[in-house]
Nanobody, 118 residues
Framework: QVQLVESGGGLVQPGGSLRLSCAAS????????MSWYRQAPGKERERELV??????????TYADSMKGRVTISRDNAKKTVYLQMNSLKPEDTAAYYC?????????WGQGTQVTVSS
């Protein structure tokens, strides 16, 4: 059974940092590209790509909205992908989702809420 379980979300003050984790199971993790998406309040039909990393970790893409403030990484031995987020802003408030994709196969996690507020 495929599972993607996100953790690490929470309430943080503007300018703060959070590290999200996504633990995977049930598929060949190292084969899959892993991504982080986010869905802001009131935008239930819009999931925005935050970052993407290839199976071996060599190819990384960041969306402009958070470029320079986030770092995606993965540990294939632990079957886990991470998203380090720094200098967080109130507009970063969203549910953050982990995604695994390879060719035509795609899996999603349930999401973890990040709220940036003073």
């Amino acid at each position: 059974q495929v599972q993607l379980v996100e953790s690490g979300g929470g309430l943080v003050q503007p300018g703060g940092s959070l590290r999200l984790s996504c633990a995977a199971s049930g598929f060949t993790f190292s084969t899959y590209f892993m991504s982080w998406y986010r869905q802001a309040p009131g935008k239930e039909r819009e999931r925005e790509l935050v970052a993407d990393i290839s199976g071996g970790g060599s190819y990384i893409t960041y969306a402009d909205s958070m470029k320079g403030r986030v770092t995606i990484s993965r540990d294939n031995a632990k079957k886990t992908v991470y998203l380090q987020m720094n200098s967080l802003k109130p507009e970063d408030t969203a549910a953050y989702y982990c995604n695994a994709h390879f060719q035509r196969t795609e899996y999603w996690g349930q999401g973890t809420q990040v709220t940036v507020s003073s």
